[in-house]
């Protein structure tokens, strides 16, 4: 079932593009790499999926509607640090259940057990416990679009270790999972697909198992594609 459509999407921001004339689908079951150099155009594909972007032309759907007339069904976590510093996972966990009806109590406390997320202030709380944190708060929903802007990035080993076995473990075949990450030899198990950016443009779309079939990793097919 196809759950998003990026149809001829051009995003202006003044005189700079952050995506050129981008078209895409995104299907029930698939775990997508979303990938690119810096600049590439990744946050603004996720923040026009998202609804958190129009589009200077083109069309956006999720679920058959507008992206903003879908947000129950989307759950999209930023790369911004932005909890208050006061909020412990008990504080995030009402301010969840308050703000979306798909949020999930039951499941959220199990992410934060299974991520080994401490009960300590946001403040006190390293970068990486802030990441688990922030990723259990969104896996913690029903939803069916799930749109990742680099979970990973700037975080210890073990924490990204964590994180890439909680996304396999929450793992429903009726949601989409997008990640977007630099991180790509350490995340490119879990991707069934893989879109490659560059300046704007989707450059690449293939089956991750096609590449492995031909004996590329999705690291080498990155590297190649891109630099």
């Not at 921001?13 to 689908?25: D, P, T």
């Not at 903003?68 to 259940?97: C, K, N, V």
Request: include cysteine; charge should be positive.
């Amino acid at each position: 079932m196809m759950l998003a459509r990026l149809s001829s999407v051009t995003k202006r921001y003044g005189k700079a593009e952050g995506v050129r004339e981008l078209s895409l689908e995104l299907y029930a079951g698939q775990a997508v790499g979303l990938l690119g150099l810096n600049g590439s155009g990744k946050t603004t594909t996720l923040k026009l999926l998202a609804g958190m972007l129009s589009p200077s032309q083109g069309h956006v759907e999720v679920l058959g509607r507008p992206p903003r007339e879908s947000r129950g069904q989307i759950a999209y976590l930023s790369d911004a640090d932005s909890l208050y510093a006061w909020m412990t996972p008990a504080d995030a966990e009402r301010f969840m259940a308050g703000l979306y009806p798909d949020f999930s109590p039951s499941r959220y406390r199990e992410l934060l057990a299974f991520l080994e997320v401490p009960k300590q202030g946001y403040r006190a709380m390293s970068r990486g416990q802030r990441a688990r944190l922030r990723l259990a708060m969104v896996l913690a929903r029903e939803a069916r679009l799930f749109l990742l802007d680099e979970p990973l990035s700037g975080i210890d080993l073990i924490s990204r270790d964590r994180i890439l076995r909680s996304l396999v473990r929450e793992w429903r075949e009726e949601a989409c999972l997008v990640l977007s990450t630099h991180e790509v030899g350490e995340a490119e198990g879990i991707f069934e697909r893989v879109l490659l950016l560059k300046e704007g443009r989707l450059v690449l779309d293939t089956k991750a198992e096609e590449l492995r079939a031909k004996g590329q990793s999705v690291r080498d097919a990155f590297i190649e594609v891109l630099a």
